[in-house]
């Protein structure tokens, strides 16, 4: 499996070479047994595992599968130019939603691989506030900022929304998912208050005892569902891959089990999809023959 930055020259040139190669072989299906995928996600700890599941379980089908790192709206332009063949990051109906309607005519939705999502704003459980209107009036004691992740992050879109609807004292600060995480591990270890842009399923649910900040206005929405998209024709160029991608269906408790391995002293993403998915055949099995 390869990791690497997309080349939109290289990835054309590769794609005709693979259209060639099946009509050669004058069958869909029998170049499907030979093709390359390329699955774009976003650096989320819930899209990197289960990205890398699915890259495990296509790898053990015989494909020979590129993960690339992108920004969510480069992930979904990917997508609808045919550079990327599929993601399974697509947060709907709210986070993403503006991409899918832009976008919606080149791509293809579907359905959700996981349910029971959930967006907003988080504080230790120890704060001592419980809904987003109260952060003026502690606006000092969270440093006046609002700890945030990448700044092309739906999220990050939905929580200026949330600064603005609400008239909050407080500044978005951008990042990364890593330093919002270190940024919450360093408050909660001198038992700071410190607020940040959460999402669940995620792994510091497990680590630390943490709450949602009531959103009484419901800015970000009600509980979203995230989906598995890919781009027009896959069905038809692999329709193998894309069956088991229409399959692929798992429950955050399993989500969660993958992030945590990955939280391990020297985990590799990989190694970790690749071991829960030799622990867990039997869910596999259901994914390759598209029981799901």
Excluded at 26 to 38: E, T
Excluded at 87 to 92: D, K, N, R, S
Excluded at 131 to 151: K, M, R, T
């Amino acid at each position: 499996m390869k990791k690497h930055i997309l080349n939109h020259h290289v990835r054309l040139a590769a794609l005709a070479l693979v259209a060639g190669a099946g009509l050669a072989a004058g069958s869909a299906v029998q170049a499907d047994d030979h093709n390359s995928i390329n699955l774009a996600y976003v650096e989320w700890s819930s899209e990197v595992a289960s990205t890398n599941v699915i890259a495990a379980v296509l790898e053990q089908e015989g494909y020979e599968v590129d993960l690339t790192s992108l920004s969510a709206a480069a992930m979904f332009q990917a997508l609808a130019t045919g550079d990327a063949d599929a993601i399974v990051a697509a947060w709907l109906p709210t986070t993403h939603a503006d991409y899918m309607e832009r976008l919606g005519g080149d791509i293809e939705d579907l359905g959700a691989n996981l349910d029971g999502t959930k967006l907003g704003l988080v504080v230790p459980a120890y704060s001592d506030i419980d809904s987003i209107p109260e952060l003026n009036e502690h606006a000092e004691s969270f440093s006046g900022e609002i700890i945030g992740i990448d700044p092309g992050a739906g999220l990050m879109g939905l929580t200026e929304k949330v600064v603005d609807t609400y008239d909050l004292d407080l500044n978005l600060r951008s990042g990364s998912g890593a330093t919002m995480t270190a940024a919450l591990a360093s408050a909660i270890q001198n038992e700071e208050d410190v607020v940040v842009t959460g999402w669940t399923p995620h792994w510091k649910f497990s680590r630390w005892d943490l709450k949602y900040l009531d959103d009484p206005k419901n800015v970000y929405g009600g509980a979203e569902q995230i989906h598995t998209v890919v781009r027009e024709g896959l069905g038809d160029d692999m329709p193998e891959a894309y069956a088991i991608l229409d399959a692929f269906e798992w429950t955050p408790e399993q989500m969660g089990e993958v992030m945590l391995m990955n939280r391990e002293d020297g985990a590799d993403p990989y190694e970790s999809a690749k071991q829960w998915v030799e622990n867990n055949q039997d869910i596999v099995d259901e994914w390759v023959n598209g029981e799901s």
